[in-house]
């Protein structure tokens, strides 16, 4: 069974529509990480938590926003999608009790398309 | 303004030769260091990392090597196989990595040819 599980892995929307993309995690890692990712470009951070009570903005909030309801899950949402948001989509986990560095688990991804 | 930059989109190389991926940084808060390997239709997946404090770290066929001075990493994977063909992300973190924040660059797509 995969450790960070994203839902759902395709997704297609229209402009306007609010859309949300879920994240579950069975590692118990306290820390969980939304990132997108466009052709050609690297993964862009969109927002971060390191537990349940701390939200953080990442580096293209704007349009986004997020809920970590648990632990376990972090849900990335899409007001009003629009087209330049069409992208693919990661979550991630690290354990920052972990010694030595922040090393991140990505789940397998969500591929929206906002026509 | 790219922190981390992989200047390489693509790189080829035939199997049983060296891979050498680089990638440079332009923050010197930055002091660890991480490579991601990514398939098709997957998520990126750790493949080794280095802390600032070294100039090299091992991990069977892969070896990353720190040059602080030249903010310059670089990932060799030696003897290449077909199977490491897919897309490397390099990213870097501060706080030795305790921050939990990591800025990642563009990739390198690498093709190893049989």
């Known amino acids: 069974d995969a450790d960070v599980t994203q839902t759902p892995r395709n997704r297609i929307t229209k402009t306007g529509k609010r859309i949300m993309l879920e994240c579950s995690q069975t590692k118990g890692h306290d820390r969980m990480y939304w990132y997108r990712q466009d052709p050609g470009l690297g993964l862009q951070l969109i927002y971060y938590?390191?537990?349940?009570?701390?939200?953080n903005k990442g580096e293209i909030s704007d349009g986004y926003s997020v809920s970590r309801q648990a632990q376990a899950k972090f849900s990335l949402s899409l007001e009003s999608a629009i087209p330049n948001q069409t992208a693919l989509y990661f979550c991630?986990?690290?354990?920052?009790?972990?010694?030595?560095?922040?090393?991140?688990?990505f789940g397998p991804g969500t591929r929206l398309t906002v026509l | 303004d790219q922190q981390v930059k992989q200047n390489s989109p693509s790189l080829s190389v035939q199997e049983g030769r060296i891979s050498i991926l680089n990638c440079d940084y332009t923050?010197?808060?930055?002091?660890?260091f991480l490579w991601y390997k990514k398939y098709p239709a997957e998520g990126p997946t750790f493949l080794i990392s280095?802390?600032?404090?070294?100039d090299k770290n091992e991990d069977g066929r892969f070896t990353v090597f720190l040059n602080k001075s030249a903010k310059h990493l670089s990932l060799h994977i030696v003897p290449s196989q077909p199977g490491d063909s897919a897309v490397y992300f390099c990213a870097a973190g501060e706080g030795g990595g305790s921050q939990g924040n990591l800025i990642f660059g563009k990739g390198t797509k690498l093709s190893v040819k049989p």
């Open positions: 280095i802390s600032s404090i070294k």
């Open positions: 991630a986990t690290s354990d920052s009790t972990l010694t030595g560095g922040n090393e991140q688990f």
């Open positions: 923050n010197s808060m930055f002091d660890y």
């Open positions: 938590s390191f537990d349940v009570k701390d939200i």
